[in-house]
């Protein structure tokens, strides 16, 4: 009661509030000459924290992620605890509707039969690739997005942004991914859904020269390629919907920023342990620098 008077005493008289709560001045004023407890003191550092943590988020994590940053910190604290701290501060992270991703699969390429088969388990970087294209609105006309996801830190390997959906589009992903190969001791699994770009001959024809083995989705089955179109998912809800691009050349920078700076190297993964890409791929580098092996599957 006292602290509720406290807190609202530079809006309401002291003296009216506690005639109207049925409390004493004099109990009030004691009260405020007493020392913060303990446990004051710390809800105050963890809401000062909570809030720091939020706004260098970009104002996007939830409870989860705010939890797992906190724990980072040492700090003891379960996860209904900061929902209910961040509710009653009224920091809400900025989301809104998800997209729905299209595929074009009207064509006459050949297509490759489900490898991966949702088993969304990697052992070490550069294991498996997942490709996917999203489109993004801006005022000029659509910007095309085609991505290339690394399974086993979730970081984006390569990516080309464009006026049109092609399969020249992809293929400039394709070959900074191939660029970004750390480890080539082993056989790139690379899985897209069946859309024409990545069916093409000279897409196909690239994959074999970087010694990848194709695998595509199920027809019309979007689980098939749930982790890059969850990227996607993530970019539209974090970027796209929350401002408006009025040149594609805007929409093309502000997406090498989203990608090259906020979600490769700053932005935790719940499916990688709250790490970022680069912390889970420089730290399986790390260890086995050291001889003592990869820290454990990453699975989704």
């Known amino acids: 009661m006292y602290a509720w008077i406290h807190k609202h005493r530079s809006e309401f008289p002291v003296q009216k509030m506690c005639k109207v709560l049925g409390v004493s ?17 710390r809800r105050k550092r963890r809401i000062r924290r909570i809030h720091e943590l939020f706004l260098q988020s970009r104002r996007l994590y939830g409870s989860p992620k705010i939890t797992a940053l906190l724990r980072r910190d040492g700090e003891r604290i379960a996860q209904k605890t900061v929902a209910r ?45 997942m490709a996917d294209i999203t489109y993004i609105p801006t005022d000029e006309g659509w910007v095309y997005l085609a991505s290339v996801e690394d399974l086993y830190s979730r970081k984006i390997v390569g990516w080309s942004a464009g006026a049109r959906m092609s399969k020249e589009l992809c293929i400039r ?3 900074q991914a191939q660029k970004h190969r750390l480890q080539r001791d082993g056989v790139v699994l690379h899985h897209s859904d069946r859309g024409s770009q990545y069916a093409s001959q000279a897409y196909q024809d ?48 502000r997406i090498f ?7 490769n190297r700053q932005r935790i993964h719940g499916a990688v342990g709250y790490r970022t890409p680069d912390e889970v791929e420089r730290q399986y580098f790390e260890a086995k ?12």
């Open 85 to 129: 701290l961040m509710r009653e501060h009224g920091l809400r992270s900025r989301t809104v509707r998800k997209y729905k991703a299209t595929t074009d699969s009207k064509h006459r390429h050949p297509v490759h039969e489900n490898v991966l088969n949702q088993r969304f388990v990697a052992e070490r970087p550069g294991q498996v690739y």
């Open 257 to 263: 920023e989203y990608i090259e700076i906020w979600y």
């Open 25 to 41: 001045r004099s109990g009030y004023y004691a009260w405020r000459g007493r020392p913060e407890s303990l446990r004051a003191k």
């Open 173 to 175: 992903a394709l070959e």
């Open 206 to 253: 690239r994959l074999k020269a970087y010694g990848m083995t194709a695998s595509m989705s199920r027809k019309g089955n979007c689980y098939d390629n749930a982790c890059m179109e969850s990227f996607h998912s993530v970019l539209k809800r974090e970027l796209v919907y929350l401002e408006r691009f009025r040149t594609q050349a805007e929409a093309i920078r």
């Open 289 to 300: 620098l050291k001889g003592v092996g990869a820290d454990g599957q990453v699975s989704a």
